[in-house]
């Protein structure tokens, strides 16, 4: 067995960070002066500042460039990641790794202005989970330990636990993290385990074969021994692990004693005037403005409502208990009020994935309301593959209507003036081709394609001018295949509009076909000029030996312009092949 693994080093942090790999001090705990990329100088002022103390707030603000208030101050230095390192130390509490912090990496961006501090990367993980057994590992201590190696994030860590502010910001991270569908929780880390799990088993009869007998006797084999150890994992470590490590946090003052308040129902899709309750004994304190109900330094929030909530519109809730000493961790979550999205209402009606030359900034995508009678909302709405963008909270889409997400949208304005844009995404649609998902505010995925630039799929949205265009996408068709896309008939698209020519009645051939019909014996295809735009027809090759029953099935969609199907074995070879192109109008 070998397990790669990605170093984060310099070359890592511009792949997944961005910039160039010059402009990152990447600090590991390897060698003299334990800088791999750029230098230790920052990393050592963080180091100090936490020798020194992180307690007070003026301290803890200023190592994330902050005035004691928390305001920024551009005259600070970013030193640190707060919510990357919280959730590197809750990651690390759980796992409890055997000579962890002391084994580490960290990068930080050097740019000004665009550095958010010292990430911090897990590292060198053989010694994980204490074998499985127990599940007792305990790594949330508060003094330097055997493993907690001097200059390592440990020395961060006692320091800045000290400070009010941040132990309610990590409990906030560890609440999330653990309940209600986090990373954490037993249904998350389940499914990781067993699909590793799955993954590995087959491997490890050959290691037993070849390694089984390494550490002297018994010789180790999966049935007697992998087996045992990953059911202990699964029926016992995980199921208790979870109950440990708060019992841990708790001891240590980085978890309230009070519970965080439970929802009467955690997001999700409700009716106009649903009551929302909250499940404590405490005084509950919300907000659904998207702000904290516990201001900084303990009071309460001058908008933070109590009691029950009547829900009349798309709502983020927010909500602390405070029992009038201690304030809870944060919990919060999304309460979707109307028609959500799905496949069946919502598609992604056009790309402009390749502008080509004339308008090389100008990538847009478009979605479309497929309903005629409902507002879908798409709160939270969010692209997880090929670009990233989010819809913010109550951001609603009328019936039929589209919206346009766009790179650059100085760029797009110049050449599409007068269109709204409903948003700007970030990355690129890759010119190539690449996979495009849609999921929505609960992490569901709504829709996913791949599109590409090849044969059978339209060329000239490749850098010619025109856009990926949908056809008919009320049909609900399959955007996985080829033969339900075409170009659009304009250069730069069609975005918030369409180019679609409606049928009017009449010769439903002549509004489909732009000419004859060919058939090529030698290459054994059907070669079929097609009207631009003409998406209320479909064309299908049929094939009949005998002229009375005609059949659909057995054709390759070539692609192209004008569109080509190749006739596949064993009907190629029939004595006697009578080719035809139908013309129905479209069917959902």
């Known amino acids: 067995l070998y397990n790669p693994t990605e170093r984060p080093d310099d070359a890592f942090a511009e792949t997944y960070l961005g910039g160039d790999r010059t402009e990152y001090d990447v600090v590991k705990f390897c060698c003299p002066d334990r800088a791999i990329a750029g230098s230790t100088a920052v990393w050592d002022e963080l180091l100090n500042a936490a020798r020194a103390g992180l307690g007070s707030d003026a301290s803890y603000q200023h190592i994330q460039g902050n005035n004691p208030d928390g305001s920024p101050n551009p005259a600070f230095p970013v030193l640190i990641d707060v919510d990357n390192f919280i959730d ?77 502010e941040y132990r309610l910001r990590f409990a906030d991270h560890a609440y999330k993290h653990y309940h209600h569908g986090g990373a954490l929780t037993l249904a998350a880390n389940l499914a990781r385990w067993n699909e ?79 009551p929302l309750f909250f499940d404590t004994d405490a005084t509950v304190y919300y907000t659904t403005d998207g702000s904290d109900p516990r201001l ?87 692209f ?38 409903a948003g700007t995404f970030t990355g690129s649609l890759d010119n190539g081709g690449e996979r495009i998902a849609l999921t929505d505010s609960f992490g569901a995925e709504i829709l996913s394609f791949t599109y590409d630039d090849r044969l059978p799929w339209p060329e000239a949205a490749d850098g010619g001018g025109p856009g990926l265009v949908l056809i008919a996408p009320e049909n609900l068709p399959d955007p996985n295949l080829a033969i339900n896309w075409r170009s659009s008939t304009v250069s730069g698209g069609n975005p918030a509009g369409t180019d679609r020519v409606p049928y009017l009645g009449g010769d439903l051939a002549a509004y489909a076909l732009a000419g004859p019909v060919r058939f090529d014996v030698v290459a054994m295809s059907l070669t079929v000029p097609l009207q631009a735009a003409a998406d209320d027809a479909e064309v299908l090759p049929q094939w009949s030996t005998d002229l009375r029953l005609w059949n659909e099935g057995q054709f390759r969609h070539l692609g192209g312009s004008p569109a080509r199907w190749q006739i596949l074995p064993p009907v190629a070879s029939e004595p006697a092949l009578f080719l035809r192109a139908a013309v129905k109008l479209r069917q959902p």
């Open 88 to 164: 590197y130390l809750i990651n690390g509490h759980y796992h409890a790794q055997g000579d962890w912090p002391g084994n580490y990496y960290v990068i930080r961006d050097r740019i000004p202005g665009r550095t958010e501090g010292f990430k911090f990367f897990t590292w060198d993980n053989d010694m994980v989970f204490g074998g499985g057994n127990p599940s007792n590992g305990n790594k949330v201590q508060t003094a330097p330990g055997n493993d907690w190696w001097t200059e390592s994030p440990g020395e961060i860590d006692i320091a800045i636990r000290a400070n009010a």
């Open 296 to 382: 900084r330094g303990g009071g309460v929030s001058p908008v933070a409502g109590t009691g029950v909530s009547f829900l009349t519109a798309t709502t983020h809730v927010r909500a602390r208990a405070f029992d009038g000493n201690e304030w809870s961790a944060l919990n919060e979550a999304t309460f979707i009020v109307g028609v959500p999205p799905d496949a069946s209402n919502l598609a992604v009606s056009e790309i402009m994935y390749h502008p080509g030359a004339v308008d090389p900034a100008g990538e847009f995508i478009e979605l479309l309301n497929l309903s005629s009678m409902d507002a879908l909302d798409l709160t939270g709405v969010s």
């Open 196 to 274: 590793l799990a799955a993954l590995v088993r087959p491997a490890l009869f050959a290691e037993s074969a070849r390694w089984g007998d390494a550490k002297g006797s018994p010789l180790r084999t999966v049935q007697d021994h992998w087996d045992a150890r990953n059911a202990n994992m699964v029926n016992h470590y995980f199921p208790n692990r979870q109950a440990v490590v708060f019992s841990q946090m708790r001891a240590h003052g980085l978890y309230p004693g009070l519970d965080a308040p439970e929802f009467s129902q955690h997001g999700g899709i409700v009716a106009s005037g649903f």
């Open 384 to 421: 997880s593959d090929g670009i990233a963008f989010a819809f913010p909270m109550g951001f609603t889409l009328p019936p039929g209507a589209r919206a346009v997400l766009v790179a650059d949208p100085v760029a797009f304005a110049t050449v599409h003036p007068g269109v709204s844009i």
